[in-house]
């Protein structure tokens, strides 16, 4: 399946009022990966603490940390996310986390709206730049500490006074372009290492609608109408914690794909860079399983919310490799498995048969056998690359995965 059609897939399972909301936000030049996810991130937010699952003592929250990538301008970040910023507004003022500059700042924020809000960042790439500072050395696990306290309390000490926060389901809204990854994040990042950055869902602004001259006003109904909606979702919450369970059915659902998707991980498969992303992935499919339940007002969750929250696992597996593999260019092993990959694509882009010879490959890559024979079948475990052995002994390469990206897993 390509990803495009996978998003298509997501959009069409995605419950209500998501048609509303995107009802109100389009036509736009807005990618349109962006809408759903930026859709799941508000209300999230709007369900905070009020809905739980358990996973042996600890409670889970559907809090979840959404990044939107794209080029500067062109991917409409900003654009994407401001109609969420602006609902919640409308809908309970409190859960818009401001930007308060100190860690001692968002901790008191988030105490008076009550462990719960939406934190929203235009550009990601800057505090990372913080971050690597040395004085800012805690901020990370703090953050960390914020997105799954798993029902414990927080206390931090401050200069001042002493900050203490009752659990909390904070949910992250940012944005950045690929630039700004590059210029703070490399693969052996203890960023990636500790968990930071695989806690949020990569979201990549691939999909251009298309281009609008003049944008026209949102329409005052359209978004009255979601309004009310998101209102009555708020007030039929009410002010208690609910715990959810599974049925049997997506249990069983759920385990299958996590199994098949966790051997990948310890058996080396993937790159232990990817790993951490893909660890935390196949945890975040129950957040999302749990907020499709709740939109769905559904007392248990089920195989559809399952296989709802699945689809949108396979879509965060895929960009989460694509942005390491493809983008930050991690360690020296993947950076030559990568030069392979590129030499096949241009060596066979006016190839009818698209096969590239091993000698080819050695002479333009300057490897030699024992160097790249690793390198390639790494490769075609990961099912990038297909081998083509010849009468003669010889063999030949192909890419799997197209220019564009293709979801073979």
């Known amino acids: 399946m390509e990803i495009h059609e996978l998003v298509k897939k997501i959009e069409g399972g995605m419950p209500p009022p998501f048609q509303d909301y995107r009802a109100m936000v389009t036509p736009s030049e807005v990618p349109l990966e962006f809408h759903p996810f930026v859709f799941i991130a508000m209300m999230a937010t709007i369900v905070g603490k009020r809905a739980y699952v358990v996973a042996g003592t600890d409670k889970v929250y559907p809090n979840l940390w959404t990044l939107l990538i794209g080029e500067s301008s062109v991917s409409r970040k900003s654009t994407a996310a401001r109609p969420a910023q602006k609902l919640l507004d409308k809908v309970n003022p409190k859960l818009l986390l401001p930007d308060p500059g100190s860690l001692e700042g968002l901790y008191a924020a988030i105490r008076d709206a009550g462990g719960v809000g939406l934190q929203f960042h235009t550009e990601l790439g800057a505090l990372l730049g913080s971050l690597e500072k040395s004085y800012m050395g805690s901020m990370t696990e703090s953050y960390c500490g914020l997105y799954d306290p798993q029902g414990a309390k927080l206390s931090r000490s401050f200069s001042q006074h002493k900050v203490e926060l009752d659990t909390t389901a904070v949910s992250w809204l940012a944005c950045t372009t690929q630039v700004g990854l590059n210029m703070h994040i490399t693969a052996d990042d203890n960023r990636i290492t500790v968990g930071f950055l695989p806690r949020f869902n990569i979201v990549l602004g691939r999909t251009v609608a298309g281009f609008i001259p003049f944008r026209r006003p949102i329409e005052d109904e359209k978004q009255q109408i979601l309004i009310k909606k998101l209102k009555l ?5 009410g002010g208690n914690e609910t715990m959810y369970t599974y049925n049997q059915g997506a249990v069983k659902m759920f385990s299958d794909w996590y199994m098949g998707h966790r051997r990948q991980v310890d058996e080396g498969i993937v790159t232990p860079t990817v790993g951490y992303f893909w660890v935390r992935t196949l945890e975040v499919v129950k957040k999302y399983a749990l907020i499709f339940t709740v939109l769905s007002q559904k007392d248990v969750i089920d195989v559809e919310s399952m296989a709802q929250a699945i689809l949108v696992g396979e879509y965060f597996l895929y960009t989460s490799r694509q942005l390491i593999e493809k983008e930050i260019a991690p360690d020296r092993n993947e950076r030559e498995m990568q030069k392979i990959m590129r030499c096949i694509e241009r060596k066979s882009e006016h190839k009818r048969s698209k096969w590239v010879a091993r000698r080819d490959i050695l002479k333009d890559t300057h490897m030699i056998i024992n160097t790249f024979d690793p390198f ?15 009468d003669k002994g010889a063999k030949n390469y192909k890419l799997v995965i197209n220019k564009e990206g293709v979801v073979n897993r």
């Open 233 to 237: 979702i708020d007030t039929k919450l």
């Open 376 to 390: 390639i079948k790494t490769l075609m475990e990961r099912g990038d690359v297909e081998e083509q052995p010849t």
